[in-house]
């Protein structure tokens, strides 16, 4: 968990970068309908989240630096016993101060008198325009309320500036009650992999498995995923983002998993790929190597001072050469690198920030260039190779086989830590934890 006082902590380090004579307005996550009268279950705006820790939605946190009655302020929904009866508990403003350390707060419906008179006499708006449309709206509308007003003495803000710049930047570099928050997640993430590997045999459909998986979340304490798990066996591991997970594991087929919890907010985000039967064939062991030396050699270029695209570009290399020892390509390996002929078998990035967002924020590049690793940076390694039936030139007996191996990295002082270190992904691993399955079905 995180505590208030990190809360606080996150509010005075961007206030301070805010400067005094500004504010910035930061709206809460809506509940979204899923059919009807039924709305999907609340999630909170990751930004909303990370400066208050505030839950409900219909709120809004306004910081004012150097507000002598306070800088931190929730507009949020009254308590309201009849509602509370028949949709859950309020903080109202109350618990708002009580429990989440606000100096004030008042009723959302009230912010359309108040926040004008809060944003008076600040000369800049920091908010992030172009996610809330209506909200967008309303905020032109009440500095528009005191532009109209300047001939009264009103002071109305004359620069509006893109609150994500500073924001996302602070949240790229995970603290350490937030490192601990994510270890944990990815260790619950782990044991759900384990134990679809255990689980998984012919015959199964591949929803059981994903079942397998939300089980295993919910029961060791993450209600929810941190996306929807990919569980994707023989050709549909070739579908980056397959999530129909609604066919049957075939004997002889590999199964690719992709999937994380998400625990106090925050995601991991691992992807682990096996036989169905639990043993290699041929062509998916030589396969699934390169993926795996890609893996690791990428994990290994991932430390501080290092590029953002080191590990892709380690992957990359691998990953041809992989290609041309298995006489899928051919020609030399740096000038197919260089004409990206790994791309129909190689699509996509090898990884990403992850935190609060399992595609979590901040830049990639710094003046055009990569951006350079730093401590407390989390990111992804994900490299695989794909190969779908069908594709032109591709021999018969690669077709199907979709791999991935991914896990989640945390930038050190001097090089990083394996978050999902304890799931297995040597080939004798994976095959000696599915071994007793196969004895039994024998």
Not at 269 to 278: A, K, L, M, Y
Not at 288 to 317: F, M, Q
Request: overall charge negative; hydrophobic content about 35%.
């Amino acid at each position: 968990m995180i505590s208030r006082a990190e809360f606080a902590r996150r509010r005075r380090e961007l206030m301070d970068l805010m400067g005094n004579n500004s504010i910035a307005i930061l709206p809460s996550a809506k509940e979204v309908v899923r059919s009807r009268d039924t709305d999907y279950l609340f999630r909170q705006d990751s930004d909303f989240y990370y400066l208050t820790g505030f839950p409900e939605p219909d709120a809004v946190l306004v910081l004012l630096p150097g507000r002598e009655h306070g800088e931190y302020v929730i507009f949020c929904r009254e308590k309201d016993l009849k509602m509370e009866t028949w949709h859950g508990r309020r903080e109202g403003q109350v618990g708002a101060k009580k429990n989440y350390g606000c100096n004030d707060a008042f009723p959302i419906d009230d912010i359309d008198e108040i926040l004008p008179g809060l944003m008076e006499g600040r000369d800049r708006i920091y908010y992030e325009f172009g996610n809330h449309t209506d909200f967008d709206n309303s905020i032109m509308g009440w500095v528009n309320t005191l532009r109209a007003q300047v001939k009264k003495g009103a002071h109305p803000p004359g620069e509006l500036i893109d609150l994500s710049h500073i924001l996302h930047d602070m949240r790229l570099i995970k603290s350490k009650a937030e490192i601990r928050v994510m270890q944990k997640a990815a260790e619950i993430s782990a044991n759900a992999h384990i134990a679809a590997m255990k689980r998984c045999q012919p015959g199964l459909n591949e929803l059981q498995i994903e079942g397998e998986l939300k089980y295993s979340f919910a029961n060791q304490g993450a209600r929810t995923e941190a996306y929807n798990s990919i569980v994707a066996g023989g050709e549909n591991a070739c579908i980056l983002h397959y999530v129909e997970n609604n066919c049957e594991l075939k004997d002889g087929d590999l199964l690719l998993i992709d999937a994380g919890c998400e625990l106090d907010g925050y995601a991991s985000d691992i992807s682990r790929t096996f036989p169905v039967n639990g043993k290699f064939t041929k062509e998916q062991k030589q396969a699934y190597e390169w993926v795996l030396k890609a893996n690791k050699e990428a994990i290994k270029s991932a430390k501080p001072g290092k590029p953002w695209s080191a590990p892709h570009d380690t992957a990359v290399r691998i990953l041809t050469k992989g290609l041309v020892e298995m006489g899928i390509l051919e020609g030399d390996v740096d000038q197919l690198v260089e004409e990206e002929a790994y791309k129909p078998f190689y699509m996509h990035k090898t990884g990403h920030w992850i935190g609060l967002d399992v595609h979590d924020v901040g830049d990639y590049l710094q003046d055009k260039d990569p951006r350079e690793l730093s401590e407390g940076m989390i990111l992804t390694v994900e490299p695989g190779l794909y190969f779908a039936p069908k594709t032109k030139g591709l021999d018969k007996k690669w077709w199907g086989i979709g791999i991935r191996v991914e896990d989640d990295i945390l930038i050190t002082k001097r090089s990083n830590r394996i978050l999902t270190k304890t799931v297995p992904k040597e080939v004798d691993e994976i095959e000696a934890l599915m071994k007793p399955k196969r004895r039994r079905k024998s």
